[in-house]
C-alpha cells in the first residue's frame, strides 16, 4: 500500500482523472472529496461490503427453500 | 438456446432475452450473463439466473409489490450506463435474501438492481444514503398480519 501524508486542503491524483482531496480533519474524522469519472462506482468501504455479503447470502439458497418460497405467497 | 439451471434442469431461453450486468452483481464480476425466469404463475417472485453458471441465481422481486413508496434515486450516469434515455425504461427490482426459516425472508432494499428491459442492460446499486437497509424483512412478525404497507 502507498502511504502518503497530507494536510487538510491537500489533495492526491491517481492517474488523469481521479482527484481526491482531504477537506477538513476533526478530531477522528476525516472528511474527503473525491473527483472521478462519473462511471466509476464509489463506495463506502462497510457498506459495499454488506451489500457484497447480502449477495452471497441470497445466492446460496437450499432447494428447499426455493419449493417453500413458490408458494409461500400468491399474488392476488 | 438451452442453459442449464440448478432450480429449473434445462432451460430453453430465446438469445434475445439474455441481460448483460457489465459490471457483475457485487460480488461476482466475471458473471455477466443473466435472464430472468418466472418461477411459477401466480408467485411475485422471479428468478435472476446466470446464463452461464448453473448454480448461480438470485431471487427477485419487484419491491413495490411489498413496499409501495419504495424510490429509487437514479442518477444520470446510471441511465448513460444502462443506454436508457429515461427512467421509465428501467425496472428496479430487489434480490431476496432466505433463511432457514422463509418467512424471515428479507429484501435488500440498499443494493437494488436497475434492469433495462429495452437495452437488455442492468447493473447493481449500492445508494449512498442510509435510508434503506439491506436486509427489510418482507413478512411482518405476526403470521396473521398482512402485506407490509399493502
Given amino acids: ?76 | 438456446m438451452q442453459i442449464n439451471t440448478l432450480r429449473f434442469g434445462t432451460v430453453e431461453i430465446d438469445k434475445s432475452e439474455i441481460i448483460i450486468v457489465p459490471e457483475g452483481i457485487i460480488g461476482f464480476p466475471d458473471i455477466r450473463r443473466y435472464v430472468i425466469l418466472n418461477m411459477g404463475e401466480d408467485t411475485p417472485f422471479k428468478l435472476f439466473q446466470a446464463v452461464d453458471e448453473p448454480t448461480l441465481g438470485f431471487i427477485i422481486i419487484d419491491p413495490l409489490f411489498f413496499k409501495p413508496d419504495y424510490k429509487v434515486k437514479i442518477r444520470k450516469e446510471d441511465l448513460y450506463g444502462l443506454s436508457a434515455e429515461n427512467i421509465s425504461e428501467i425496472v428496479t427490482s430487489v434480490i431476496i435474501t432466505i433463511p432457514e426459516d422463509p418467512y424471515k425472508m428479507t429484501a435488500n432494499l440498499r443494493g437494488p438492481l436497475l434492469i433495462n428491459l429495452k437495452s437488455r442492460l442492468a447493473k447493481q446499486l449500492v445508494l449512498t444514503d442510509d435510508t434503506y437497509t439491506p436486509r427489510y424483512l418482507i413478512i411482518p412478525r405476526t403470521e396473521s398480519a398482512q402485506m407490509i404497507g399493502g
Avoid: C
Avoid at chain 1, 441470497?58 to 426455493?66: D, G, I, M, T, V
Fill in chain 1, 1 to 76: 500500500m502507498l502511504i502518503l501524508t497530507r494536510k487538510s486542503g491537500e489533495g492526491i491524483n491517481i492517474g488523469d482523472d481521479i482527484k481526491i482531496t482531504v477537506l477538513e480533519i476533526k478530531g477522528r474524522q476525516v472528511r474527503v472529496g473525491i473527483e472521478a469519472p462519473p462511471e466509476l462506482m464509489i463506495h463506502r468501504e462497510e457498506i459495499y461490503a454488506k451489500i457484497l455479503e447480502e449477495n452471497r447470502l441470497a445466492a446460496r439458497l437450499n432447494s428447499e427453500s426455493f419449493e417453500k418460497i413458490k408458494k409461500i405467497w400468491k399474488k392476488d
